[in-house]
């Protein structure tokens, strides 16, 4: 059973253009979040999602940040008019439907830097 | 809203010794899981340990051992034979009880280096 998968897993951007981060649960699990990481810091909630449904945006910033999770296809973390300071690793995490464990199982992250 | 504190940011073990690491939390709620994640230079994050918070007996994984003081809002994660393979940053994470599953809250860390 492949884990979860992210990719790209460095993508460098020059202020103001787009950044897409995308994110494959693992097989069979149907929630999915997203958490930053700043340098030298603890990973940061930003937005949990269900299958055509965002359940908990509570950590992402307020404009320029999207998150989706379409019925077919990978998470999509959507990232406009890139700034400098939102060079981070950006990491997802998926959990199944039963969530009889409440283990959310991680993927390798994606390193994104802006020039 | 959760918080998560752990007051070292930096810890050292001579290999085959005994570390514990500490993490203490803030929560009005009754019922809820802790994790302790282990994330290497990889930067892969790595479940090592889970306790659910009704359950009195800590929680243990092999050379990973947790003591959970619910009363005092205390998680350490103890890790006895220390290896090389164990140098990580270790960070301490709440999750609350909700039947759809919900965020984590973690700590800002612990970096673990074991010495040779």
């Known amino acids: 059973n492949a884990g979860v998968m992210q990719n790209p897993r460095h993508l460098v951007r020059r202020r103001g253009q787009e950044a897409r981060l995308r994110c494959s649960p693992m097989k069979g699990h149907s929630h999915v979040y997203w958490y930053r990481q700043l340098p030298e810091e603890g990973l940061k909630f930003m937005v949990y999602l269900q299958k055509e449904n965002i359940i908990d945006e509570s950590g992402m910033p307020k404009e320029r940040f999207s998150a989706e999770f379409p019925k077919e296809g990978p998470s999509i973390l959507r990232i406009q008019q890139v700034v400098r300071g939102d060079s981070a690793a950006y990491f997802c995490a998926s959990s199944p439907l039963q969530v009889s464990t409440y283990e959310q199982y991680f993927g390798p992250g994606t390193r994104l830097t802006v020039t | 809203a959760q918080t998560v504190t752990q007051s070292q940011p930096e810890m050292s073990v001579q290999e085959a010794e005994t570390v514990t690491l500490s993490c203490t939390y803030d929560t009005s709620e009754s019922n809820y899981y802790l994790f302790w994640y282990k994330q290497p230079p990889s930067r892969q994050m790595i479940l090592v340990i889970r306790?659910?918070?009704?359950?009195?007996q800590n929680a243990t994984e092999n050379r990973f051992s947790v003591n959970f003081q619910k009363a005092a809002k205390s998680f350490s994660l103890k890790i006895s034979d220390s290896q090389l393979g164990d140098t990580a940053m270790y960070f301490c994470a709440f999750m609350k009880h909700v039947s759809s599953g919900d965020k984590l809250t973690f700590g800002t860390g612990t970096r673990l280096a074991v010495r040779p």
């Open positions: 306790q659910e918070a009704y359950k009195q």
